[in-house]
């Protein structure tokens, strides 16, 4: 019969040594690598198989015996800690009080010899199989520690400025752990350290794998990330599968597929009805619940698919002599409970095949021995290996074969020893705990010396600001006395701007160049010059001598003005613009729009000095009546523009029209 529950879709490695020994110098070991299908066979060294587990990273490393890959207890941890974080060290054996790797082989179906090669091939299967117990130091409690990169050393300002970027950098990090583990969906608990600016390190209890975590160990700027996990006491083993008992499995097929299970004392373990599983889901769920003996049917022949599952798990059938009455698998399983027909019958069967072996069942109960497993030999029997007494004298004889070479270390540990281990576990609880108080005290000290080092700092900063505020009262006082000289003086530069002003303009309109002006004086205009045509140049020109509506302006570049310059000019309303060069596009319309008149500086004869000019009058009304009528023409040409345009439009609508 085969015990296989369910091959793994992941890579085994089986390993036995094969020469030396751990505890010596240069051991070799026979390794089988087994995917579920192919095998590969190698001898390695103890450096090459760490290198291809660290390399390959397989599920599951098995052996018969732990202590073949480690030669002490803490040589083990060390090995199981150092192993990739999907991988799994698995002894097929058993647990503290392993059996014999050729029992466990036999009992499982599974090929085995002496030969090292073929108890690592042995082992390497019987874990593919779920056959054994994992090897574990740690719980699946992983701690994510976040903490500074560099040293903070100590020093001045300087050093304190270093000190805070690092302790914030190490904040931010942890920020950024904390963001991860949420966006996972895993349960943590974070107990950050804070110090100067930030932290000095954040730790966080995560309740997951390494593999399930996010985050990559290592050093990177100021902090670094360490992840370890959570160590046990001792050594523990955990099954690979649940413990699978014998039982008795009842079916009905069809649309609906119906599946009862029972134990071999008629205890009904499970029911199942499904019309979505197909063959193989159900073999799964049966797998889950036991190792069945009998697969029985309440019809005769027994159908296809019940003998299908039948085979699979090589378990005796049952069947009736007659396909069983409704009436009597109602009074079968009147005591139990199911929920539809299909059930029903798939009880029934199960209970009726229980009833027609249970004499059977107890004659072998009372034949077995203690030692031995009642189901194992209802197994055999019921397969055809036997009588009772055959079947027992050969599971005896197996447990008697090759007891040396096969004896594995440690063995059953005697009451003097559990003590001693016991106190071991002890101990090293309570120097863990030592250390952890050590570390409070530790960071206690660095909290200390912190905060010391700050109300240092907060003295060193109090007397900084006292020099402070007494230069600053000092400087308030010189302030004001020189806000008053400046005023002061502004008043009297304020005074004497305006005189000059006044003698400028009667200097500028008597002054001795004007000859062919003083004859006319009332013929003249004052002319306000704008060096560029710019917006700090129409400002310039304001502060000087003012821009006031009717002015006649004189821009001496008349160049590059884009439509804020020209609506700035605008505002100021001139009566006429005088320019040297050419105006911009945009320019131009603005000044058009606004009925601005502009004309060229040549037209007008102007005498400047320093910043100011005088023009004739005649001049500048003879540039305003040609602005008047160039502006009336080119109105009268936008207004034919805008008559031919519509004239087009509307032709086209009108052909548009049509040709519908």
Known sequence: MSARTTALDAVVFGVDIQSGDVRGDAPSYALVVFDGESLERDVVTYRKLRRRIDDEAPTIVATDNMYELAEDKDALVHFLGSLPDETRLVQVTGDEQPEPLSRVASRHGVPYGKDPMQEAEAAARLAAA???????????????????????????????????????????????????????????????????????????????????????????????????????????????????????????????????????????????????????????????????????ADVEPMPETVEKVRRSFDAAPWVPASDLPVDEKQHRTREEGYDNDHERDALAAALFAFDDHADQFERIARKTPPTLDRGVVIERVLGGDGSVEAVVDDLVEEDEEDPEEHEHDPRELTAEEKRIRDLERQVERLQDHVDDLQDTVDEKDERIDDLESELSDARREERREARERRTVTRL??????????????????????????????????????????????????????????????????????????????????????????????????????????????????????????????????????????????DDVEAVIDDWADRAAERKKDQKSEMVDRLISEHRADEAGSNAF
Do not use: C
Not at 530 to 554: C, M, Q, S, W
């Open 130 to 296: 779920n056959v054994g117990y994992e090897v574990s130091a740690f719980t699946d409690t992983t701690t994510v520690k976040v903490s500074r990169g560099r040293s903070t050393g100590s020093g001045g300002w300087s050093q304190d400025r270093y000190t805070r970027r690092i302790h914030g950098n190490v904040r931010a990090r942890a920020r950024e752990v904390a963001s991860a583990l949420d966006d996972a969906g895993l349960d943590y608990e974070m107990d950050p350290t804070e110090k100067y600016g930030g932290y000095a390190n954040a730790v966080f209890t995560v309740d997951a794998h390494p593999a399930d975590i996010p985050v990559s160990r290592g050093r990177s700027g100021d902090t670094r990330v360490e992840i370890e996990r959570e160590r046990r006491d001792g050594i523990e083993f955990e099954p690979l599968a649940k413990r699978r008992d014998h039982v008795i499995v009842g079916m009905d097929p069809g649309t609906t597929t119906a599946v009862a299970v029972v134990s071999l004392d008629g205890q009904v373990h499970d029911v199942l009805s499904t019309r979505t599983a197909d063959t193989a889901a159900v073999i799964e769920w049966i797998i889950e619940r036991g190792r069945p003996v009998i697969v029985a």
């Open 476 to 617: 308030e006082r010189r302030n004001d006395a020189l806000e008053r000289d400046v005023a002061d003086r502004e008043e009297t530069i304020e005074a004497l701007e305006g005189k000059l002003a006044r003698l400028k303009e009667l200097w500028k309109l008597d002054h001795s160049n004007f000859a062919d002006v003083e004859e006319k004086k009332r013929g003249l205009v004052p002319v306000k010059p704008v060096d560029k045509f710019t917006r700090d140049a129409i400002d310039d020109a304001h502060d000087n001598y003012g821009l006031a509506p009717d002015d006649v302006v004189y821009l001496r570049d008349a160049s590059g003005a884009g439509r804020s310059t020209a609506e700035k000019l605008v505002d100021h309303d001139p009566r006429v613009v005088l320019k040297e060069g050419g105006l911009s596009d945009v320019a131009d319309e603005v000044l058009f729009e606004h009925e601005v008149p502009v004309g060229p500086a040549d037209d007008v004869a102007m005498q400047e000095v320093d910043e100011l000019a005088v023009a004739r009058e």
